[in-house]
């Protein structure tokens, strides 16, 4: 009696650590996909700066003093900013180093 209740708890941890398993590997693909995510967030933050200082340039450059365009430009850097700021506010601190074992 006691050998069968021993096969069947070792049959239960057996399904326990392929469901750990599942779950581990699920996690690493969730940790791929948000790392991808922000790596594409900072990268569109990096455009719309360049857009808007390519903008900037070009306006001062032909000498263009509009209003429209001016405020297009500083729209366009707030957009950037805000984005910025929520790829921060949403990216997890990295984790410490660790310091090397003397």
């Given at each position: 009696m006691m050998r069968g209740f021993i096969i069947i708890r070792a049959s239960r941890l057996?399904?326990?650590?392929?469901?750990?398993?599942?779950?581990?590997?699920a996690l690493d693909d969730l940790k791929a996909e948000v790392a991808a995510t922000i790596s594409i967030e900072q990268s569109a933050v990096t455009l719309i700066q360049g857009i808007a200082q390519q903008l900037q340039d070009a306006l001062a450059n032909a000498g263009v003093n509009d209003p429209a365009l001016t405020d297009l430009t500083t729209q366009l850097?707030?957009?950037a900013d805000a984005l910025a700021a929520a790829v921060s506010a949403n990216t997890p601190a990295a984790p410490p180093a660790e310091e090397p074992q003397t």
């Amino acid at each position: 009696m006691m050998r069968g209740f021993i096969i069947i708890r070792a049959s239960r941890l057996e399904q326990i650590f392929n469901q750990l398993g599942a779950i581990m590997s699920a996690l690493d693909d969730l940790k791929a996909e948000v790392a991808a995510t922000i790596s594409i967030e900072q990268s569109a933050v990096t455009l719309i700066q360049g857009i808007a200082q390519q903008l900037q340039d070009a306006l001062a450059n032909a000498g263009v003093n509009d209003p429209a365009l001016t405020d297009l430009t500083t729209q366009l850097k707030a957009n950037a900013d805000a984005l910025a700021a929520a790829v921060s506010a949403n990216t997890p601190a990295a984790p410490p180093a660790e310091e090397p074992q003397t």
